[in-house]
């Protein structure tokens, strides 16, 4: 498409709206991103981000993806203080008992909060020529017909015609897709994953060079089988660590001091303990506690006739589990996936829109399918499970296992949990035959383990 002309609208300055608005400068004369909330002037957490206080992590592919559209990005972070790490040697994750064997990667990651990161990325993007971001700014309706959209109604009565309209408005409630719905569109089937996930997190002062007790930055904790809770402590900028508390299915860590402290000290990682223990709260920084009742998928792709001019990424196409660490990698790979789209087919019709909705479909489809299988390790969880899910997660279990004292294991692991190859690589021939065999060693089958 040319860049000289047409109009995009963007629903939502979130991760996914700034990654497509990137994507649509390049590809539309102008671009206006419309946010209902007030966009704070500097790296700080904001209302319309109701998990924005707690814990983020950016994989290495989306890490990989944010550089190629904002050239310079991470030097920006590490510039304004985010820590960087060796995801395998720096990154300690405790899962099915013990620790994983630790490893040198040749790959970086970096640590920061999402106030940091999204700040850093709307800088960028209303940098960009022919884009202006309007925050304050409610989105009514859509216009045009059910079969065509032509821009939308703002709060104020005031209308503004587009070629493309992207919702990136976030999970939303429960209907499918509200805004087609007031347009008589037909909306998409949902799938609904019931996870009734909550956490706490609370920040520390972090020492110079501080590391944690484990000789890690970032410390993740899953509990073994019929375990539902979970942890997480990140190095942050500003010399602090953030502490992430919390479960699946009520298994909340509570919001109080004492409570939270408690909560910690009987998890099963020594990591998590020390810091919550020993570190110094920073008492400018209250707890502040998420709740997340089902991981949501919204089925395009599945849609016979999808109205032209019009497409969704981020949440408000799917809303993952937020334990994974997955919606900003995944948000910046649809942004991608909808420039390429574009150019593939030279406009916004209804073509462009079902291949779209397709390719995102793919791209989802391996981290949805880890994410609601894990989640289906706990009998509570209710909806559609993915299939193959029991074997799958029968053969996970050992992987996790062989990961502990397996490397090249752990390596491929790490790789399918950050994106950078799909979830069959552990399946190869060479990885199954090294699971298998290693997972026999793990020291979690060991009643006297101690972490």
Not at 128 to 143: C, S, Y
Not at 298 to 324: F, H, M, Q
Request: proline content about 6%; hydrophobic content about 40%.
């Amino acid at each position: 498409m040319r860049g000289d002309s047409g109009h995009a609208v963007v629903i939502g300055a979130s991760m996914g709206g700034l990654a497509a608005a990137r994507v649509l400068a390049e590809r539309f004369g102008r671009v206006t991103v419309l946010d209902r909330d007030t966009l704070p002037g500097r790296a700080e957490p904001r209302r319309g981000v109701p998990h924005g206080d707690h814990g983020h992590a950016l994989l290495l592919r989306g890490k990989q993806q944010l550089e190629e559209l904002f050239p310079g990005l991470e030097a920006d972070l590490l510039r304004a203080g985010a820590v960087p790490f060796d995801p395998g040697h720096d990154l300690l994750m405790h899962q099915m008992g013990a620790l994983r064997r630790r490893f040198r990667s040749t790959g970086r990651g970096i640590s920061l909060t999402r106030a940091l990161l999204e700040a850093t990325v709307r800088s960028r993007t209303a940098a960009l020529a022919g884009l202006e971001i309007r925050d304050r700014t409610t989105v009514r309706a859509l216009t045009g017909t059910p079969d065509h959209v032509t821009g939308v109604e703002l709060h104020t009565g005031e209308t503004l015609r587009a070629d493309l309209v992207v919702n990136a408005s976030g999970r939303g409630g429960a209907p499918a897709d509200p805004l087609l719905s007031g347009l008589g569109c037909q909306a998409p089937e949902i799938d609904a994953v019931k996870v009734d996930v909550g956490y706490t997190t609370r920040l520390y002062h972090r020492r110079s060079g501080e590391r944690l007790a484990d000789g890690g930055l970032l410390h993740l904790m899953a509990g073994a089988r019929g375990d539902k809770r979970a942890a997480a402590v990140f190095a942050v900028e500003d010399d602090r660590w953030m502490v992430t508390l919390g479960g699946w299915h009520r298994t909340h860590a509570p919001v109080d001091p004492a409570g939270f402290t408690e909560f910690a000290a009987a998890l099963p990682s020594r990591a998590v303990r020390d810091i919550v223990r020993d570190a110094e709260p920073l008492a400018a920084s209250p707890a502040r506690k998420f709740t997340f009742p089902a991981a949501r998928r919204r089925r395009y792709e599945r849609l016979r006739t999808p109205p032209s001019g019009y497409a969704v990424i981020g949440d408000a196409l799917c809303s993952l589990n937020p334990l994974y660490g997955q919606g900003m990698t995944l948000a910046a790979l649809q942004a991608a996936a909808l420039g390429r789209t574009l150019d593939q087919h030279g406009g916004t019709g209804a073509a462009m829109a079902r291949t779209y909705f397709a390719t995102a479909a793919r791209a989802i489809d391996g981290p949805w399918q880890m994410a609601a299988g894990n989640d289906f390790t706990h009998p509570e969880t209710t909806g559609p499970r993915p299939r193959g899910t029991r074997f799958l997660n029968w053969y996970t279990g050992r992987v996790l296992l062989a990961s502990h004292v397996s490397a090249p294991v752990n390596r491929t692991l790490m790789d399918v949990q950050q994106l950078l190859v799909p979830p069959t690589a552990v399946l190869r021939p060479r990885t199954a035959l090294r699971a298998l065999t290693a997972s026999r060693r793990s020291p979690a089958l060991s009643t006297t383990q101690h972490t």
